[in-house]
């Protein structure tokens, strides 16, 4: 039921977009890709940029993507991959990025490396992705952020001119600067 090509084009629109990367990382996971999966888990921590989490409601996503959460999935794959080591060393990254630092799950995904057994990896919920409430796309309307143009500065006295091309040629002796001017 699962698509990476919809991830795919997601991540085309917008490489920069962690929570695509994230979920594109737990469908490779369960095609059983998993250095697709780890590629794609990596990346989706890189684009945190060293934040600790990020909120996408602006963009209609009611979750919030946790710096823990995409190095809890990591260990996941690595467990796959038989990685056991770096499993543990990526859990014990993720309990520096947990909030507030409650690590009861991140205690017991250790726990569960230690003995050598598969963690479950985190997932933004089904059916939360980028599917803004249908009120707020019906009330959307077009806004002008920028205003109309008008001259803010020229070097020719009472221009009212708007618009963007290249300095139109002068008529002679239209305006001359004075002497003060040129210095």
Request: net charge negative; with cysteine.
């Amino acid at each position: 039921c699962f698509s990476p090509q919809a991830f795919d084009k997601t991540i085309e629109k917008d490489n920069s977009l962690a929570v695509g990367y994230f979920q594109r990382g737990f469908v490779h996971l369960q095609l059983e890709m998993y250095e697709e999966a780890l590629s794609d888990y990596h990346m989706a921590f890189s684009h945190l940029r060293e934040n600790p989490f990020i909120d996408y409601k602006q963009l209609g996503l009611r979750h919030i993507l946790y710096a823990w959460e995409v190095l809890y999935s990591t260990a996941a794959v690595q467990c796959h991959l038989q990685q056991w080591q770096e499993a543990r060393v990526t859990l014990e990254k993720a309990v520096v990025w947990r909030p507030e630092r409650r690590t009861a799950t991140l205690e017991l995904a250790l726990e569960r490396v230690q003995d050598r057994l598969f963690l479950e990896p985190m997932l933004v919920p089904l059916g939360e992705l980028f599917r803004p409430r249908k009120k707020e796309v019906e009330q959307l309307d077009s806004k002008d952020f920028l205003g109309k143009p008008k001259v803010i500065s020229s070097i020719i006295p009472n221009d009212e001119y708007i618009g963007f091309e290249p300095l139109r040629p002068q008529k002679q002796g239209f305006y001359e600067p004075s002497a003060n001017a040129l210095r």
